[in-house]
């Protein structure tokens, strides 16, 4: 089983991604975001996920990488479960390809699982 399955959540105010569900169809790990920069809970849609265990021989992930690429922006997320598997640090890295002047940028949040 993979200790990223469920549903995550911010535990405040946050600005940017607020929510992501893990889950597997099909055999394959898929990733769905949601975000409150254009909308509130704004979906991103999915994409397969990528998990990787920092053992050699690791059989449990505990990191994993997904990527959004669409016609405006290519979005990157690197996530890190904690030991407890009650919260999970995502790194978000976007880049913006619309010719819009936006830059490109980098961030941190903390999601913890929600309680069901």
Known sequence: MNPLNGLWVVSGPQEGLTRLSVNRQKGE???EAWGNLQAP???WGQSALTCYST???GT???RALAIWD??????????????????VKVEI???FKDDSGRTNYATEVELVRAKT
């Open 93 to 95: 890295f976007t880049n």
């Open 41 to 43: 809970d704004h979906d």
């Open 60 to 62: 449990v992930p505990d």
């Open 29 to 31: 790990a898929w990733i």
């Open 55 to 57: 053992r050699k021989n």
């Open 70 to 87: 669409t016609s405006s922006a290519h979005t990157v997320l690197i996530l890190q479960i904690s030991p407890d598997g009650e919260h």
